[in-house]
């Protein structure tokens, strides 16, 4: 008897119709983004050519489905086997994460329809950062649909074609560990080719230390994250034993990324940027401060046994970790060439994030409520 | 393999140690790279120029490239103001009146203060472009004989990481176009190709565009920099060596640094003017090499034959591969089947 | 303002025979013609209409030192008003080398009569550059060099107008080697106010309206830094020429005859110095004979008759410099604003949308309480 169930019920719900509408709002500005391109529907320009979709959807996006690379090394590589419960669902959050990633990608690539040359041997450019993030967030959804095929598989009762997976499953999980560090902190070695128009509190030859470790952060905050609304709003006990454990691991990561991050500014010389006034230095500071406030809440051991807490503290991170890439490729990003540029995500580019975020909750509870996901463990 | 809390704290702190050693950027850079040996380059002495936009007019005209028009939607003139998807080659203004109120004073051509003066605005063929290094699937490549970079619309996929990633923010993209693409100066290579100059040196009356190798453009920009202000110096028109009637003027009082001949690793398009280049939109606080020399140094020092990552797989696989082996024996014993 | 109309309608009906036949309306024309070219408001063509008729003909006294002549010529093709209008109904043209009806001694005793009767109150003219070199030997007019005349002439001068280029800055003579030491009146007479008209020759008309203005208002035009009426030399010819848009859109003639110059081109390729040129030629042409009677307009680079060091010094194809950035409508700056920034829809929403999430996350923050205990609520919402 497997440990875990779908969570069942109806699937067509309010809150599921509600998404929906989100979702065929953002069709309607896709279609006009696909007939009239991109200038239609966005306020990209030459001075801002990466806005919302490039740096939310797809770099936030994809930080956000850290959780099963989080996860994994928890499990497989410390062998923490008690957060082993939480496996399918990190895989899942990771799952959808790169998903939509992708998605976005193709929404926001001009010339979508050569897209294949990304793959075509007389084309690639080995040297560009961009491929090698593209190859790897490739094949990684591939793994992450390996790694949940055991769901799949158990819930269509394939019991043979699941023990043959399971012989190999550690070499997929290898690779599923692998290729996040690789492209997680390429998304950061990306913003080095733009020098110095990238302000030189955020430019540094640490960004991919720095763009793996918060996004590990990401990943493993949005398991509590996760666990915890699910646990409210499908009526699920919560999990805070477990999660109080993996708290203590997030803290001691962030402690490690802001000393990594504040030592790299003080040696270089620009931590006297951040007193300046100017936009700059007050999101950085915003940045940072959600960085610290889940040292600050859950520094208390007993403070780590409360769920709204922790829930809190797993906002602040990914509040924290989304802000530093929002801050990395757009704040403080200032092209002098050519124009005094403006940029602000338009109405289309917000609803269509909105539609993609809107379709990834709408999959979400199809698949949670259909397939075997969740533990079982302490059953109602 | 369970890590103890100490021996993580050791680990994490001997990471951040070495990572901030690393952080000297002069360790990581890959080799710059070198002007190709037959480098074709263009001089704009902004001195010279009089902004009467024929290199506009040529260039679009060579191009292909449809007028663009900035305001009323009826207005008739090509006015850009800035390179675009329709446009690769811009004249602006630079216009400095330390006192606009005051209606006798007349504005002197290349002064700082109190003065104007044109530049000319496109891609500058780098040697170390940023453009071609980011580019994945090498829509943008700089040729190894004359060192033009070139985009290749058929293979581009508009990923504007080009754009990004210019430091003179020249790739544009044709946002307004469903199936736009990347537009910038490609040096008239189709023209190059059949032995014409490219359009913008062709036309210019002055010789403020001037075609040459890149060598040569060097020692004529030193030539004129040597000279004294007031002197009558011939300045040569449409190519360097050529036989076109020169354009005797007097030496002005150039600012003494060439533009491109060591910025960002150099460029093959030379800027001289009468004052220093950042009035006139060229970023000037760059080091001396170009950027990719990060950004591939990084990449090459991580991945160099994928070795480390196979190493990193290989420790991965063995650490995973002995965890799900106990829990599977574990599993096997109280009779589950099924793992993850 | 309808009384002071009729006051001055029975005013000029007497002036009708008083001058020589012509009516009143082409006279009025006349003037308001004059006004025009000054820039001035047509409301002062009155006045200079009285100061035209008035019965006291203020005298003139015109030098011709090194010159062709040419500038007589040019007055002599005037129409508005036309030379004999000029000199016999509004200035009495005392001494005139070409124009006056005596010759030799009698003309020169005649100079000296008005120079004397009238001291203090003439118009002294001058054309031509004065030679300096040895002693000035080089033009000399009844036996006495012309350097000396104009010394002599300027002392009861009212106002001093040295017209063509080579009274105003040298001219012709000036350039290349100088053998004659030709030089402007003004630096003659350095410590006089010396009105220059240059040009070679310049639109009468420019001149005239000199003269007018100083006749009805007892003073001189506006001047620049040379001493040039504002109103003629106030701007460059590249600011007013008719063929600028091509400059703009980089349309050039490269030869005489070709494809651009037969569609009308710009010069600058071919050496037009309009660009460094104050002068109004685009604007006032020459002849009066209709539109492009001009050099630029019938085809030929201007070579800067007017300015000192371009006219007569630069090569007539040699490039000129540019001495403005007066536009066309747009040279972009350096660094215009460019982007579509925050609108009051777009923050809007995305406010609105922090603010639910916001919200949202408050609600499930108070729902999860402070220990395990409390919190998950049965509730059928997501």
Known sequence: MSEYAPLGGKIITKPFIFFGVLFTIALAFLAARFIFGLGAVTNLSDGYPWGMWIVIDVMIGTAFGCAGYAVALLVYVLNKGQYHPLVRSAVLAGLFGYMLGGMAVMIDLGRYWQFYTLMWPGFINANSVMLEVAWCVMAYIGVLFVEFAPTVLERFGLKNVQQKLSKVLFLVIAVGILLPTMHQSSLGTMAVVAGNQISPLWQTMLLPPLFLISALLMGYAIVPFESLLASLGLSRPLETDLLGKLTKVMLVVTGLYLLLRFGDLIWRGALGLAFVGDLDSYMFWFENLLFVIPILLLAKPANRNSPRLIFLSAVSLLLAGSVYRINTYLVGYHPVAGGTWHYFPSVGEIMVTVGIFSLEVMLYLIVVKTLPVFHQAEAK | MALNRRDFLKMSAAGVGSALCVNNAQAVQR??????????????????????????????????????????????????????????????????????????VVLEKDHAQNGYAFMKRHCLHCVDPSCVSACPVSAMTKDPLTGIVEHHADRCIGCRYCVYGCPFGVPKYEYNDAFGQIQKCQFCAHLQAKGQLPACCDVCPTGATLFGKVEDLKQEAAQRMARQPGEKYVFPRGILGGDRPPHEATIPKYHQNLYGDNELGGTQILYMAGMPLDKLGLPTNVPDYGYPTMSEGIQHMLYKWMLAPAVLLTGLAYVVHRNTQKSHDAEDESGEGGES | MATKISESDTHLDGYVNGLGGITRRDFMKFCAAITATMGLPASVSWQIAEAATNPQRPPVIWLSAQECTGCTESLLRSTHPTIDQLILDAISLDYHETLCAGAGHQAEDYKHQSMEQNKGKYILIVDGSIPVKDGGIYCKVAGKTILDHLLEAAEGAAAIIAIGSCAAWGGVPSSGPNPTGATAVHKILKDKTVVNIPGCPPNPYNFLATVLHFLTFGRLPELDAKNRPKFAYNRLIHENCERRAHFDAGRFAIRFGDEGHRKGWCLYKLGCKGPETYANCPAVLFGDVGPASWPVGTGHPCFGCTEEGVGFTKGIHELSDLKTVTPPITYPGISENIGQGATIGSVALAAGIAGVAVGAGAVVASRLGKSSDDGGEEEQQD
Request: charged share 25%.
């Open chain 2, 31 to 104: 080799e710059p790279k070198k002007l190709p040996p037959e480098a074709v380059g263009m001089l704009y002495d902004s001195t010279l120029c009089i902004g009467c936009k024929a290199c506009m007019s040529a260039c679009k005209e060579a191009n292909g490239m449809p007028p663009e028009q900035t305001g009323e939607a009826d207005v008739m003139w090509d006015t850009p103001i800035e390179l675009s998807g329709k446009t690769l080659n811009v004249i602006k203004v630079y216009r400095d009146e330390v006192d606009p109120a005051a209606t006798d």
